[in-house]
């Protein structure tokens, strides 16, 4: 699945990397779960459409990123406590702002959205989940008021890759993911072609966020963050 956002961007960082040279004057612990193609684990190393951008961003500011895997839960947690410093392709809602920092700008756009079996119930609301096997994926963020209409009795999975298996193997009826990376995910699994988006919840930012643990480090780094953006942004 080619992304032509991604594509155009890619050749901006690329031209940007090359004109900055890299300073390790201070290292930031960014967490991330498998999100292709925004941030995933390939070969032990992190790749992605969003690390790409974190690269660039912290050459510039003259710091160096490491990169973390974990499980999105916890990488929750780590960054809410500050054991991690950052966390990337993160959502904003008004909880996570209690312990997260945001720049003003996200890394990209995406949609939270409802996956079912090609020839499975028809999903045309989110009351039309009342009654049905729905999955979701553990400290996910769906958008304002998604989870308290989803039915009482809800599946929690570990990652994308799981709901979705589960939902090709009809253990349950309908799964909440995000469109890009599921779709992405579904050809992995050989699935795209019997699993679609039956339904949109909500349109939004992916930002990366920086745990307020970091205190006056943090609101620098966001500050940083800010300006280069910002200038990335320009280019594309």
């Known amino acids: ?67 973390l895997h974990r499980p999105w839960a916890r990488a929750i947690e780590d960054v809410r406590t ?20 945001y720049p003003d700008l996200g890394l990209s756009e995406e949609e939270s959205v409802v996956f079912v079996k090609r020839d499975g119930p028809e999903v045309t609301t989110i009351q039309d989940l009342d009654g049905l096997k729905v999955g979701i994926i553990r400290g996910y963020f769906y958008g304002e008021g998604v989870r308290e209409q989803l039915p009482s009795k809800i599946y929690e999975f570990l990652d994308g890759e799981m709901l979705l298996r589960m939902l090709g193997e009809n253990r349950i009826s309908a799964g909440l993911g995000i469109r890009n990376t599921g779709e992405y ?25 920086f745990s307020k643990e970091m205190g006056e480090r943090g609101k620098r780094l966001v500050e940083d963050f800010n300006r280069e953006l910002k200038k990335l942004k320009v280019i594309e």
């Not at 960014?30 to 995933?40: H, I, L, N, R």
Request: with cysteine; proline share 3%.
């Open 1 to 67: 699945m080619k992304n032509p956002v991604y594509s155009l961007f890619m050749v901006a960082l690329v031209l940007l990397s090359a004109s900055f040279s890299f300073a390790a004057a201070d290292e930031i612990r960014f967490v991330y779960e498998d999100y292709a193609p925004y941030a995933y684990q390939e070969n032990g190393e992190a790749k992605g459409f969003h690390v790409d951008i974190i690269r660039v961003v912290c050459s510039r500011i003259g710091v160096t990123p490491i990169f």
């Open 82 to 101: 500050g054991v991690a410093d950052g966390i990337i392709s993160i959502f904003k809602n008004s909880e996570r702002e209690k312990y997260l920092y």
């Open 185 to 209: 995910m579904l050809e992995k699994l050989d699935y795209e072609d019997q699993i679609v988006v039956a339904l949109v919840l909500s349109k939004r930012q992916m930002y990366v966020g």
